[in-house]
Structures are given as C-alpha cells and as structure tokens.
C-alpha cells in the first residue's frame, strides 16, 4: 500500500521543545519539520491530565492535517498526562499507521546508566514530578536506581523572559540545586526533565560537585528518533527529505519569532499563526 509522505511534526506547549527540535536538526538535517506550539495555551505543566490530553489531542490532529505521518511530542507535561491516552484510544481511530512518540521513554530507557552510584537527580516542572512519570519509567528498566525529584517552577519563566542569565536568576537554580543534592550525597546524575532546562545548564553547573554530570534530553531523544527510523524503513519512507523547517505557533507570531532566538541558532526563525 502506498501511504502519502510528510514532514515530521515536532509539538510542545510553547518554546521548550525547541531544544528538542534543534538537536533534531542537528543531528536528522535531510529530513522536512513542522514544529508546533501551542503558545497562547501556555503552560501545561499546571494543567490537569483531561485538560492537557484535550491540548495535546488538539495539536495532534492539526499536525496529521498538515501532512505529518510521525509526530513527536516534544513536551515531558504532554509525553507525561497524554501520550499513552493518545497512542492507546485514539490514534487507531484517528489513522492507524501513524505514529506518535514523545521524550520521556527514550530518556527513561538509558539514563540510568550514565550513572556509576545508582543516583540519579531529576529537575523538572511541577507537573511532571507530580505525575511520577520519570519514576515509573525509569524503574521499568533501571529498577535498582534511586531517583530524587526536584519540581523547579520559576525556572521556566526565568528562561522566557530571558532572565535565565541574570544574577537574579542564579537565586532560584542554587536554591533548587542545593535542595536537590541534600536529599542524597550520592547523586552523581542529574537530568534536566523540562526541555527549558538546557538554557540553565551552564548556571547549574557553577553549583554541582565536579562530579555529579548534568544530562540534557535533546541529544538522546534525537539518537532515539535516528534508531527508530532506522528500525522501521516504512516509517522511514514516509517523512519527506528536503530539509524544510516551518514554525508554527497559536500566539503572536512576532513573539514567538523573537523567542524563538532564545532557544535555536538559527535567527531567521518565521512562524506561521495557527487558529485552533
């Protein structure tokens, strides 16, 4: 059966996943992206699960409607309290032979080994430490790994507002950092669970021991995503390769522009308005 051919669509509930999207990028240049926020509903991670399921469901079928065959989620609220629903119940009915993945499997799946002690820190939004995702998941492979989770909610509007390298700042990532590493001596991991994080890494880092390394999402979501094509040439076959990036955001195009430069390299960043 020959199935139409589209771009990879690349969702978050704002800016975040941008750091997801770029090492997509970076690392899978050949292939088209559409990369989605849903700005004006921003953020999630204070949602509930229906509310963010409703979101995300949303989103999902405006990225089928626009060509794309694999959407990734690349939101930890959205891949927390609405992947396995949408994977589950709906994608069979919304079209069966499209695929749906988000960011905490593939992270879960490895991190801990990147750990010699057993444990392993996690920074994340209060959402998703409430859902216990990243414990659960991580247990399913790493069940002897001790995980301390650390819910750090100034630390996203610090990085929108670009204020992420202020003085002022550093306040907020000392006091969750030190609140983090006093619940064990023997944290030698810690991942950034919120794809804002990234931004922080390097003020995070003044306040670690030299031995305790800090570990983004983007680069493993990305080698996961490369594994997975590779696994699975049908889907392979259905994500055009002309390397075409569009942007669109359900906010004001200008501000997300703008924003956009906060989190990718590339400055010429022109979103498109999307209606929901």
Request: hydrophobic share 35%; proline share 5%; charged share 20%.
């Amino acid at each position: 059966m020959n199935y139409p051919v589209g771009p990879i669509g690349v969702f978050d509930s704002g800016y975040g996943g941008l750091t997801i999207f770029q090492q997509l990028v970076k690392q899978l240049p050949q292939y088209d992206y559409i990369y989605l926020g849903d700005n004006a509903r921003n953020p999630y991670g204070i949602r509930s699960y229906d509310v963010v399921y409703h979101y995300t469901l949303e989103c999902v079928r405006h990225l089928f409607g626009m060509g794309c065959n694999l959407v990734i989620l690349a939101c930890n609220t959205a891949s927390a309290k609405a992947l396995r629903t949408i994977q589950q119940r709906d994608l069979p009915e919304l079209n069966g032979s499209r695929r749906i993945l988000g960011v905490i499997r593939p992270t879960t799946e490895i991190i801990g080994s990147y750990s010699q002690s057993g444990h392993v820190g996690l920074f994340a939004t209060q959402g998703t430490v409430n859902s216990e995702s990243y414990l659960i998941e991580i247990k399913k492979f790493f069940p002897e790994v001790k995980i301390y989770q650390e819910a750090c909610p100034m630390w996203v509007p610090l990085v929108e507002n670009n204020e992420h390298n202020t003085i002022g700042a550093e306040y907020f990532i000392r006091q969750h950092t030190d609140r983090l590493l006093s619940r064990s001596p023997d944290i030698d991991t810690i991942l950034l669970a919120c794809t804002h994080y990234p931004l922080l890494a390097h003020q995070i880092a003044k306040f670690l021991p030299a031995h305790v390394q800090l570990i983004s999402q983007g680069e493993i979501v990305a080698r996961s995503l490369a594994s997975y094509l590779n696994k699975h040439p049908e889907m392979k076959a259905r994500c055009t390769q002309r390397g075409i990036r569009k942007y669109f955001t359900t906010e004001s195009t200008e501000d997300f522009d703008t924003k956009a430069q906060i989190f990718l390299e590339d400055h010429h960043v022109r979103a498109e308005h999307l209606q929901l």
